[in-house]
């Protein structure tokens, strides 16, 4: 019966004793445990974001390019560009079209709204171009596509030689080069321009056409019936059945000479050698590539809308490497373009501002509270803010680019103020009596509204760049995604990491110089001036 009250009793102290615990003592495993953890998902993201040199943007325009020799510019108004103008009015989101039309060429552009899925908007304007293929001329050669950053070349070659002619620099780029660059992961496609397109002239004589009779036009049908492989049917040997191929491909100047035109009204064959001179030539050219003062062949390489600029230059610079030593003596292939460059640039830009950030910062703690637990808890608020970011970034389908990139660089500075003004005051209340606990208790009470109010100020501030449309929108956007994320990550950090690990790595106040305060509140003015000024006049020492 007397043992009763005693345990309630003591029941009764344990609660209390449980609830007088400082949250920051009572959470700080599953605080730190969080932390990390986030810390370490943002860094295996960050393996995965995307890296160029922009923005990832889906601009809402789609061009239809029309190629068809050298039709009069009435001809293509007529009957390419309006037809193509008329169907694609049928093309939901369409907002406006606008055309261009020049002798043998059309470039018809659509534009749509900027909430619209360009992807799905394009297979919508290859369906309606595929039913209008058959009004066109059979001879108009018709492509689609979409606009982004992706369609600029992130690398470019040159390939000159002072030996060797440019034909053959074209085929060597067209045949030996380009095939292996299509084929690395990453890359979309493979221009090449400059060079001479080798070819073979076809002059007829005038007089023996007239003698015998033949057109141009028979000539140009018998090169394309002719050139040619075909399959005369299958050959059944040993219980197989063997596909028979017959190969009427021509490759030299004798052999387009053999290729029968007609026959003559005795039935003697007419060949092309006996009305026309053949021989090796080039295709006509209207614009010189040079590099270094030589004639020269580029290979400009396009990279995937969403694969890493970084990895596609990586792999095109080490393949180059390989085939280098296998080109002919004395052509040179270096390249003239990288854009991987400029995100190599800012990247290291970033980590410079890290790190000097982490070093100023810790030296003027020590410097001011001549403690270097402190120095080490604001050091490490700035590497989990960024991976915590870049958590952000990878769920918003944001990439690693001038303008995100550009925004952790100022981020830099600003998420580390915050966790600076919490060490300051818990020192400044340890140096003025208290106990860590009570320090930690008394910072927190006194600094998280003005420590609300002064994140929230700039977060306001970036919000309305969200909100942006165009391409102002799409730039803007992604600096205030990363500036307010960044924000927003220190402002948590500050009340909840920084006081947890300032448990482990601020030291005790060894010093009876203050008494210590009483359990029902905190020091008095007095004695935080006292600390205060303690801290003022020993970094004047140090000065």
Do not use: C
């Not at 003004?421 to 106990?435: C, F, K, P, S």
């Amino acid at each position: 019966m007397d043992s009763q009250p005693v345990v309630s009793g003591a029941g009764r102290s344990g609660k209390q004793d449980n609830s007088r615990t400082p949250w920051f003592h009572r959470l700080s495993s599953p605080v730190l445990f969080l932390t990390i953890s986030l810390a370490l998902v943002g860094g295996y993201l960050a393996l995965s974001i995307p890296i160029s040199v922009f923005p990832n943007t889906d601009f809402p325009r789609i061009v239809v390019g029309v190629d068809n020799g050298v039709m009069p510019i009435d001809q293509m108004l007529v009957t390419i560009t309006r037809p193509i103008e008329e169907a694609v009015n049928s093309v939901p989101g369409l907002q406006k079209v606008t055309s261009i039309t020049s002798r043998g060429s059309a470039e018809v552009d659509l534009f749509f709204d900027w909430k619209s899925d360009m992807i799905l908007t394009l297979q919508r304007v290859d369906a309606v171009v595929a039913r209008l293929q058959a009004e066109l001329p059979s001879t108009a050669k018709v492509e689609t596509h979409r606009l982004t950053f992706a369609i600029f070349p992130i690398i470019g070659y040159s390939l000159t030689s002072d030996t060797v002619p440019p034909n053959k620099l074209w085929e060597i780029a067209t045949y030996d080069l380009k095939p292996r660059l299509n084929r690395l992961d990453g890359v979309a496609t493979v221009i090449i321009q400059g060079g001479r397109v080798p070819e073979f002239q076809v002059t007829p004589d005038p007089v023996r056409l007239l003698a015998a009779g033949i057109t141009v036009q028979d000539i140009l049908d018998a090169i394309k019936r002719t050139n040619l492989i075909d399959s005369p049917g299958l050959i059944e040997h040993g219980h197989q059945l063997v596909l028979g191929l017959i190969s009427g491909q021509v490759r030299t100047p004798e052999q387009i000479g053999q290729i029968v035109v007609k026959s003559s009204s005795a039935g003697i064959p007419i060949r092309l050698g006996d009305i026309a001179k053949i021989a090796p030539s080039v295709a006509p050219v209207y614009t010189m590539v040079t590099a270094n003062g030589k004639p020269a062949v580029l290979l400009n390489v396009d990279r995937q809308p969403e694969s890493n600029t970084l990895d596609v230059a990586n792999e095109v610079h080490a393949l180059i490497q390989q085939l280098t030593p296998t080109l002919p003596p004395g052509v040179h292939l270096e390249p003239f373009y990288d854009q991987s460059t400029i995100v190599h640039d800012s990247i290291a830009s970033v980590r410079d501002a890290v790190l000097i950030g982490i070093l100023l910062s810790s030296i003027i703690l020590v410097l001011f509270l001549r403690d270097w637990g402190t120095s080490l808890v604001a050091g490490l608020v700035i590497p989990v803010t960024l991976l915590v970011t870049f958590i952000v970034l990878k769920m918003t389908n944001q990439s690693f680019n001038l303008m995100t990139l550009g925004g952790l660089a100022a981020a830099v500075g600003l998420v580390i103020d915050d966790a600076i003004v919490v060490l300051e005051n818990i020192v400044l209340h340890r140096d003025a009596g208290q106990t860590r606990f009570q320090a930690i208790q008394s910072a927190l009470r006194e600094l998280t509204i003005p420590l609300i109010g002064s994140t929230i100020t700039p977060i306001v501030v970036f919000l309305p760049l969200i909100s942006i449309t165009g391409v102002t929108g799409t730039f803007f956007r992604a600096l205030a995604v990363t500036m307010t994320v960044s924000l927003f990550t220190s402002l948590l950090l500050a009340l909840t990491w920084t006081p947890t690990l300032s448990l482990y790595f601020v030291r005790r106040k060894d010093t009876e110089e203050v008494s210590a305060p009483s359990s029902a509140g905190g020091p008095d003015a007095a004695a935080l001036l006292a600390a205060e000024e303690k801290h003022l006049s020993g970094f004047s020492r140090h000065g």
